[in-house]
Each structure stands twice: as structure tokens, then as C-alpha cells.
């Protein structure tokens, strides 16, 4: 009996195991069916994209720019370094490789250490992180870590161990914006995942956690003792031998951040004008999304040594304008007194204030002090005191807060005051000369006419200081640089080099009142050749032949080339009254140095997507002989241009050879002098407000654009001949060294006539001496000559003027003319700019 009673005792206490059993295993399978419904989508992990960084290269394969929102390089698993998974897989779930998505002995622990009051502590493996990351996000409840299992258990049968931890490795956030441990590697050791020390390796192994918490500076004892745990796991897992293990964890921790290595981005150039505008048009061609997480390969256009030119010789003019003015800006960064005492004070206040650091041959200094008429400085990155001696201040007077100017003193104190971070260059002498941004701005734009790649793009003075890109961003009229679309009309219309154009005085009525156009001289030259119009850039002359030839048709040009979307048909757009940018600009002209085919402007070559594949690609010419494996010597490719042609071939070169002679003996002529043919047309707007010059030899045009952001006169002596001029020449004769140029290509079609330059005259073909010009008419059109060819464009002429001039020297300034009403009317001698509609001078 008494064996009965305790058989059934425990019988009873087995069925009630065996029920409870049952019980449990049917909740948890009913638990795990309900949060099992409606999961996501776990397969779509093995198409796994994640957003990784954009980069930029020249044509010679440097890398020079990165975009990115997240800082991420993929990394493939077989290309991620067995130490550097090992390091991972010690620190976060040594069973990783044999567990099937989850650690139970691992929840057992935790739940143990949990329920005897010890500190909670996840017990995730790696598959579990990953469900996290990716598809359920940080919550912590009960019902995420369900789902995890439950996605990680299902994702083990999906995916083998090595993609699964690819996608852990190429997710994790690692601190310093740094996502995945290839984008690590480079922040924290400016190394590729291959080049990693043990050391290394255990200390990105650190941080997945809390990055912070294991800052390199902030927190380095602690970092290194989490680095150390790891190096110990990964000896006592069998990764690494003891005496690596002891070597190792004896070494400092030596990072970017401590300053041991170089930062990546010091191997990049700065920034500039022409990244930041690839990557403003790719953002808007393929979506900012795709351009900052796509992992985009960009092939720029861009000729380094060309761009440092444009910036250089740029920067130059504006340097050269604004010390003529002879005014200091206020300074608008000063550092605090605390910040000035101590040396380690100031030198750290001046890292870590925002500041222009992009100007070639300028330091950055603050001022400590004052000895006497000199100012004492403290130079960013120079161990010794410097001084700016009172002498070197005198050329300018301070702009008071008021707006008004000091006087010009020999005593640094009259412009600057202590703390002021300013900019300063190195003299010979050991001295320092005080420098400043200019607030006149500009741009320069290069590219090649045949293909529209541009070589050099600079969009101001500092990129640093200001971002805005006054190349392809800032629309300014372009004053007389736009007349060349008005001849290129009228030779399309049936108006040749040497037909004769009255340059007399004009009255026009317009709605805001009664418009009198004049030259920039002031003077009136009777009938001219259009050859000299273009040349001497005459104002009347161009009015007369858009009257004639109608403002639709010089608007329909103007559309045609890109230079405007939709232009006003008035007749002050003639001269270039209507604005439009820099980059439109030269783009425009590039059609005429090409003889007349469309170019579209690019900043890129070719666009790859993560995985190589050709997504976008500027040039699409034929060339069929470029596919064959090799070419025999001397023989050279076949180009088969298959462009839409924009103006006939021969207006194209007779207006480029016009364009010539404003480089020749032009408004052009003083300041652009190449050893190879240069053709090109300045612009001066009223008031000196913008200056232009745009000109372009057989094989490159290039523009310059100067002016203020507020537009506002310049002064007396602002000239696009006298302050552009010298920019595009200088940039010019570098960029012939490198890709040399020739005579412009004659089209067929075509003869050469001898033209006197002054009269339009036809010359026998001995003719010579500086009066005579070679001119191209197209074949069946006669040169014409005479009174009978002279064209006044509706207005009347004055009938006191000289039949023909001989030249700009070779006139009197009218004081009484015969106006279109047929009455007399006295000009003045300085006409005043206010009766003058916007437009351009010269």
C-alpha cells in the first residue's frame, strides 16, 4: 500500500510536469505563433544596400571629394580580413559560428544574473543584432526580443553565416559618424581593413556598445581596458597566440583622434566651387538619396592644376581691386579674453573656430597685442610669435560701425584690436602682412569647346567663406559680352563683315521715358564696318543692327545658344540688359569656337553605380575605331560628331574671326596677348556695376565674371578689358602649355576677300598695311560696298559726321545732331548714366 501511495504520489507529480510541459511548450508555440504573424520580411536582407558614401575622382584617378549622410564603405565578406571578424566575434557572440541564431546558455545567464538583483545585460548574438538594426529597430520589450528570435532563428535558414555577419559588419554605427568597420578603420586609423594591427582590430571590436563611452581621448583608460577583454577573448577563442595576445595589449591606444595618425580627410584637397556643384546637379539628377547613400562613382572633369590657376589668378584680381580701394573690413570673428590666456588657450579656441582655411599662402592669426604701431599675432600652426609692423597697415582706413571710413594711419591698433582672428601672410623678412578677403567677388569658368568638359570652375574668392557659386549660381547681366549674338543674327540675316552701320546718336521712346543710348567714349564715328562695331564694342551701332533685324530674332539666337530660356525682345537687351550666368555664358561662346554645333556644358565624364555599372556618361560622339583592341602608329581615331548645329558653320568663323580683332587691336587689346589665335568680347554694365571677359582659342573657352553680391559701382577705371582681361590670360597661357592650340578651322564654303577695316572698302589681294583685314563671305554672296549698303536701322543719323573715321583717335565729340524727329539737339559732353536704361558699355 505504502508503495502504491508513493508510485502514485509521483505519478501525479509527472502528469502534473508532463501537463505543465505540454502547457508551456502550447503557450510559447502560440506565443511565438501570434508575434510570428506579420513580421517583416526578413528575405529582403539578402539584397541588402545599405547607404554608403558617394566619392569623386579626377581624371587621373585621385580621389578629391566624398559625400555622404551616413559614412559608410561597403565592405564584402570576403574582403573583410578573418582578424577583423574574429575581433567582433570575441567581443559580441563567441558561438556565433555554431549557434543557430540564438544563445540559450547565453539567455539562461542573463536571465540568472537579472533575477539574483546583478546588472541586466543583453544576451543578443550577432543574428539578433542584425534582426534589431535592420528590421525591428531599438525598442526594448518583451515583444521586440520575441520577434528577434523568432527573425533570427528564420534569417539562419535563409542566409549563411559569413552574409550575415556581412551585414553586421557593414551596419553598425562605430562612432564619429563612421558606419561598418571599413568606414572605422579610416576614421579612427586612416587604414584599410587588411592594414588593421591586432590591436586595431580589438578596439573597433570596442565599440559597437557605446562609442562614446570608449573615446579614444575622452575615455582611454577605459577604451583600453575593453580593448584588452577582447585581446584576451580572441587568445582564449584560439584566434591569436599567446605572444601576440601579450604584445598587443601593451601597446598604447594610438588613433587619428590622439593625434598619432593623420586624418583621411587631410589627404583630400579642400573643398571647393566645382565638387559642390557636381554635387548640386547629381542631387538634382538623381535624387539627394541616391547621391549621398548610393555609393556613387563620379569621374570629374576637372584639370587640378587648372583649377588652382583659375583660383589663383581669380583670387589675384580680387586682391588687386580691393587693395586699391584701400579700405579694412570690420573684423567679424574675435576671440573672448579667456580664450587669449595661456598658449594652449588661444591655439586651441583658433581649431576650433569655423574659419577659411582654403587660401593658398595665407595663415590664419590672432592678435595678442600691441607694441608700439605693431601688432604681436599668434600664427595657427607656428610655434613663434609674429608681428605686423605698422608700415604694412597704412594702405588702408578702417570701416567704421557706421559705415564710415577712418583715416589711414601707420599704427596696426587703427584697424585691428586684440583677440581678432584675421589673416596674415609671411613676409621674406620674418615679418607679417595683414590680409583680408576682398568683398568684391567673381567667378571663372574654363572648358573644352568640343566636348563641354569643364577643366576649372571657381565660384569666388573662398569657397569656406562663401559657398555660393557666382560661376553657375549668380545671374548678372552681361553687358556688351552679349553683343556678339546680336552679329551673330544679323551675318545669319545676310549682313556681312564690311557692311557699313551708322554709329550716330539714337532716341528711343520707352515706357519709363526717352532712352539715348551712347558709346563709351561718348563719341560718334558716322558709318562703320560691323567688323568695328564688334571690335570697339559701339553701343549705337549694335542698337541699329537689332533694329533692324528685329529683337525676336536676336532673342530666338540668344534662347537657341542657352543664354537665356525666355528673353525679352527690348532693344536695351541688345547690350546685354537681361541677366543670365556666367556658365550659360561661356557655354554659349564654346559654339562659336566649335563652328556653330551645340556643347553641352558638364562637370562629369562618367557615372558608375555601387556595383561599376555605367549609369550616366557625358560624351556620346561615335567612334567606331575607339573599340578596336590597338591602333597602328600615327594613326589617329575618327570622331564622328552627330550634335545638333546651332548657327551656320561659316557665320560661326566670320564671327570669330570679328572676335579676334577685339583681341587684336579691340577693347581686349592692352590686356590678353597668347602665343595662339584668341578671339574673344569684354562687358562693362552701367555704372561699372559687372565686368566680363569671355574669350576662347581654337580648343578652349574660358569666361571671367567680376562684380559685387549686391551689385554696386565699381569706380572709375572697372573695365572687362582692364580687370578680367587679366585673369583669362594668365589662366590661358598655362592651359596653352598643356593642351597647346591653333588657327580656327576654316569651314568650306567660303572665300577670302582683302577689306579696308575703316572704310569696309574691297582691297586688290596686294593690299597690306594695318588698315587691311582678311574676310570670309560665304560663296554666291558678293562683298558689297557703299553708300547704298549703309544701314541707320530706322534712326536717322547726325548730319555733321565724319563719312568714315579712321580709327577711335580719329573723331570730335558731336555736341549738336540731327535726331530721328528730324530736329537739332545738343548732346553734353559727360551724358549722365541716369538717362540710360540698363545695358551694356563696353
Known amino acids: 500500500m505504502i508503495l502504491r501511495a508513493i508510485l502514485s504520489f509521483f505519478g501525479s507529480i509527472f502528469s502534473l510536469i508532463c501537463i505543465g510541459a505540454v502547457g508551456v511548450a502550447v503557450l510559447v508555440g502560440a506565443i511565438f505563433y501570434m508575434y510570428g504573424r506579420d513580421l517583416p520580411n526578413h528575405e529582403q536582407l539578402a539584397q541588402y544596400t545599405p547607404p554608403t558614401i558617394s566619392r569623386i575622382y579626377s581624371g587621373h584617378g585621385e580621389l578629391i571629394d566624398e559625400f555622404a549622410q551616413e559614412r559608410r564603405l561597403f565592405a564584402p565578406a570576403d574582403t573583410i580580413p578573418p582578424l577583423v571578424k574574429n575581433a567582433f566575434i570575441s567581443a559580441e557572440d563567441k558561438y556565433f559560428y555554431t549557434h543557430k541564431g540564438y544563445d540559450p546558455l547565453g539567455m539562461a545567464k542573463a536571465a540568472l544574473d537579472a533575477a539574483q538583483g546583478g546588472r541586466l545585460r543583453g544576451a543578443s548574438t550577432i543574428t539578433q543584432q542584425v534582426m534589431k538594426n535592420f528590421l525591428l529597430g531599438g525598442e526594448r520589450s518583451a515583444e521586440r526580443k520575441i520577434k528577434e528570435l523568432i527573425l533570427a532563428a528564420r534569417i539562419e535558414q535563409t542566409l549563411d553565416k559569413d552574409k550575415i555577419l556581412e551585414l553586421y559588419l557593414n551596419e553598425i554605427f562605430l562612432g564619429q559618424?563612421?558606419?561598418?568597420?571599413?568606414?572605422?578603420?579610416?576614421?579612427?586609423?586612416?587604414?584599410?581593413?587588411?592594414?588593421?594591427?591586432?590591436?586595431?582590430?580589438?578596439?573597433?571590436?570596442?565599440?559597437?556598445?557605446?562609442?562614446?563611452?570608449?573615446?579614444?581621448?575622452?575615455?582611454?583608460?577605459?577604451?583600453?581596458?575593453?580593448?584588452?577583454?577582447?585581446?584576451?577573448?580572441?587568445?582564449e577563442n584560439g584566434y591569436i597566440e599567446k605572444a601576440a595576445y601579450e604584445e598587443a595589449k601593451e601597446r598604447p591606444l594610438m588613433t587619428v583622434q590622439t593625434g598619432d595618425y593623420e586624418p583621411f580627410k587631410k589627404q583630400l584637397p579642400d573643398r571647393d566651387y566645382f565638387t559642390d556643384e557636381i554635387r548640386r546637379q547629381l542631387s538634382k539628377d538623381f535624387g539627394e538619396d541616391e547621391f549621398f547613400g548610393g555609393g556613387l562613382t563620379v569621374r570629374a572633369t576637372v584639370d587640378r592644376e587648372l583649377q588652382d590657376e583659375a583660383a589663383l589668378e581669380l583670387r589675384r584680381a580680387l586682391e588687386t581691386y580691393d587693395r586699391r580701394q584701400g579700405v579694412f573690413h570690420r573684423v567679424r570673428t574675435t576671440l573672448t579674453p579667456e580664450h587669449l590666456n595661456g598658449e594652449g588657450g588661444w591655439r586651441k579656441a583658433v581649431d576650433d573656430t569655423v574659419f577659411p582655411r582654403d587660401i593658398d599662402g595665407w595663415d590664419i592669426a590672432v592678435v595678442l597685442g600691441f607694441e608700439g604701431a605693431d601688432a604681436i599675432i599668434g600664427i595657427e600652426g607656428v610655434e613663434e610669435q609674429g608681428r605686423i609692423t605698422g608700415e604694412d597697415v597704412k594702405w588702408a582706413r578702417p570701416r567704421q560701425e557706421d559705415g564710415s571710413l577712418g583715416k589711414r594711419l601707420a599704427d596696426a591698433s587703427n584697424l585691428l584690436t586684440v583677440g581678432d582672428m584675421i589673416h596674415v601672410k609671411a613676409g621674406e623678412d620674418g615679418t607679417w602682412s595683414l590680409r583680408q578677403i576682398p568683398e568684391v567677388q567673381g567667378g571663372f569658368m574654363a572648358m573644352d569647346v568640343n566636348t563641354g568638359r569643364v577643366l576649372a570652375m571657381q565660384g569666388g574668392y573662398s569657397y569656406q567663406h562663401s559657398v555660393f557659386n557666382r560661376a553657375t549660381q549668380a545671374t548678372r547681366q552681361p553687358g556688351s559680352s552679349f553683343k556678339p549674338f546680336v552679329y551673330a543674327a544679323a551675318l545669319d540675316s545676310g549682313f556681312a563683315p564690311n557692311t557699313i552701320v551708322v554709329?550716330?546718336?539714337?532716341?528711343?521712346?520707352?515706357?519709363?521715358?526717352?532712352?539715348?543710348?551712347?558709346?563709351?567714349?561718348?563719341?560718334?564715328?558716322?558709318?562703320?564696318?560691323?567688323?568695328?562695331?564688334?571690335?570697339?564694342?559701339?553701343?549705337?551701332?549694335?542698337?541699329?543692327?537689332?533694329?533692324e533685324i528685329g529683337m525676336d530674332t536676336v532673342a530666338s539666337y540668344a534662347e537657341r545658344f542657352g543664354v537665356y530660356d525666355d528673353m525679352n525682345p527690348?532693344?536695351?537687351?541688345?547690350?546685354?540688359?537681361?541677366?543670365?550666368?556666367?556658365?550659360?555664358?561661356?557655354?554659349?561662346?564654346?559654339?562659336?569656337?566649335?563652328?556653330?554645333?551645340?556643347?553641352?556644358?558638364?562637370?562629369?565624364?562618367?557615372?558608375?553605380?555601387?556595383?561599376?555599372?555605367?549609369?550616366?556618361?557625358?560624351?556620346?560622339?561615335?567612334?567606331?575605331?575607339?573599340?578596336?583592341?590597338?591602333?597602328?602608329?600615327?594613326?589617329?581615331?575618327a570622331i564622328v560628331s552627330n550634335r545638333e548645329r546651332v548657327m551656320d558653320a561659316v557665320t560661326a568663323y566670320q564671327l570669330t574671326s570679328m572676335m579676334t580683332g577685339v583681341v587684336d587691336r579691340g577693347t581686349a587689346s592692352r590686356t590678353v596677348n597668347l602665343p595662339v589665335p584668341t578671339a574673344g568680347k569684354t562687358g562693362t554694365t552701367n555704372d561699372s556695376k559687372d565686368v566680363w571677359f569671355i574669350g576662347f582659342t581654337s580648343n578652349i573657352v574660358a569666361g571671367c565674371y567680376i562684380g559685387h553680391d549686391r551689385p554696386r559701382n565699381m569706380g572709375r577705371g572697372a573695365s572687362g578689358g582692364g580687370m578680367c582681361g587679366p585673369v583669362f590670360n594668365s589662366f590661358m597661357k598655362k592651359a596653352i602649355r598643356k593642351y597647346g592650340g591653333g588657327k580656327f578651322e576654316v569651314p568650306p564654303g567660303g572665300y577670302f576677300v582683302k577689306i579696308d577695316r575703316f572704310s569696309g572698302a574691297i582691297l586688290p589681294e596686294n593690299a597690306s598695311g594695318p588698315h587691311v583685314v582678311l574676310e570670309y563671305f560665304r560663296e554666291g554672296e558678293e562683298p558689297t560696298y557703299g553708300l547704298g549698303a549703309i544701314l541707320d536701322g530706322g534712326f536717322a543719323m547726325g548730319s555733321n559726321l565724319n563719312l568714315f573715321s579712321r580709327g577711335e583717335s580719329d573723331v570730335t565729340a558731336v555736341t549738336q545732331v540731327t535726331t530721328s524727329t528730324g530736329k537739332r539737339a545738343v548732346i553734353p559732353k559727360r551724358a549722365n548714366f541716369g538717362t540710360l536704361s540698363a545695358g551694356g558699355l563696353y
Open 177 to 235: 559618424n563612421s558606419f561598418g568597420v571599413a568606414a572605422a578603420a579610416q576614421t579612427y586609423f586612416n587604414k584599410t581593413l587588411a592594414q588593421l594591427t591586432v590591436e586595431e582590430a580589438a578596439y573597433l571590436a570596442v565599440l559597437p556598445k557605446a562609442p562614446s563611452n570608449y573615446h579614444p581621448v575622452r575615455h582611454a583608460e577605459r577604451a583600453i581596458s575593453r580593448r584588452n577583454f577582447v585581446l584576451r577573448e580572441m587568445y
Open 570 to 637: 527690348f532693344l536695351s537687351n541688345a547690350l546685354g540688359a537681361q541677366e543670365s550666368t556666367l556658365y550659360k555664358m561661356v557655354a554659349a561662346y564654346a559654339m562659336f569656337a566649335n563652328g556653330g554645333e551645340r556643347v553641352e556644358p558638364t562637370l562629369v565624364d562618367r557615372v558608375q553605380d555601387r556595383w561599376g555599372r555605367t549609369v550616366y556618361r557625358h560624351d556620346r560622339r561615335i567612334c567606331n575605331d575607339c573599340q578596336l583592341a590597338s591602333l597602328d602608329p600615327n594613326f589617329a581615331p
Open 503 to 547: 554709329d550716330a546718336p539714337i532716341e528711343i521712346n520707352t515706357p519709363q521715358g526717352l532712352w539715348r543710348p551712347k558709346n563709351a567714349s561718348n563719341k560718334f564715328y558716322g558709318p562703320t564696318p560691323v567688323r568695328t562695331g564688334i571690335e570697339q564694342s559701339r553701343n549705337l551701332m549694335t542698337i541699329r543692327l537689332a533694329q
